[in-house]
């Protein structure tokens, strides 16, 4: 019964967030909410993926004949247990992983650095939880091909406008903070991502550089003027 009603609360906090994101948790009851509420959604996941594999190796087998047919069984077995692995990982292992880290940036630029808001890192995470809920309830279409596009677009709205009113109502600040705080948090992260990324291509370039030998000029000239000196020496008419 108590399982119902976790189901309730996350339909109702994804169609109704102002109301329902009020609710307080500490950090160890919202990783159980999490965790109990993600099993649904990751048997759909698994469940609706292996039909997508499924029918798309009859396909495959009716384009290109029975000749084929064996390569395209390994090639769906192997699709199957990248089902179930990445699904694995990514409800239970990814997601919560990404939470937690997301809700120290959050915290982090929120009440150390712009002092914005005076609750404890478990408001945090419990808001940034309510958030992702949405994704948790639509996950399961990014592996049908009909509908993939669907929650591409609609996921992430939905949990940013989430997100928004759980920051609000969790941390006691106004929407627009908390809007404004999830502005910065991204532009922080972009700029750390960009900044990881231009050292990652310099120290690639300055070990390449330093790998590939460069020949020197001196040598060469001397070289050349060696050999230029002696065909002209060697086809000079005499006088």
Wanted: glycine share 6%; hydrophobic share 60%.
């Amino acid at each position: 019964m108590a399982y119902m009603d976790d189901l309730k609360f996350l339909w109702d906090l994804a169609w109704s967030p102002a109301k329902h994101v009020k609710k307080q948790l500490n950090f160890t009851s919202a990783v159980k909410l999490y965790y109990k509420l993600a099993v649904l959604p990751f048997i759909a996941y698994v469940v609706l993926g292996s039909i997508a594999v499924s029918l798309g190796e009859r396909t495959d087998i009716i384009r290109s004949g029975a000749l084929l047919a064996p390569l395209y069984s390994v090639a769906t077995s192997l699709s199957y247990v990248s089902i179930l692995w990445g699904g694995i990982i990514l409800f239970f292992i990814a997601l919560p992983l990404g939470i937690a880290i997301d809700a120290l940036i959050y915290q982090l630029i929120g009440k150390f650095f712009l002092n914005t808001w005076k609750g404890n890192y478990d408001k945090t995470f419990t808001a940034l939880l309510y958030g992702l809920f949405p994704l948790l309830l639509l996950l399961w279409l990014s592996v049908v091909p009909l509908f993939n596009s669907i929650f591409v677009i609609a996921a992430p709205i939905w949990s940013l406008i989430i997100i928004v009113f759980a920051l609000s109502e969790q941390q006691k600040v106004t929407r627009l903070n908390a809007m404004l705080i999830m502005v910065i948090k991204s532009l922080v992260v972009v700029l750390f991502l960009a900044l990881v990324g231009i050292s990652v291509f310099s120290s690639i370039a300055y070990i390449l550089g330093n790998a590939i030998p460069v020949a020197s000029v001196g040598p060469l000239s001397n070289v050349t003027s060696g050999w230029l000196a002696g065909h002209m020496g060697a086809g000079a008419m005499p006088t």
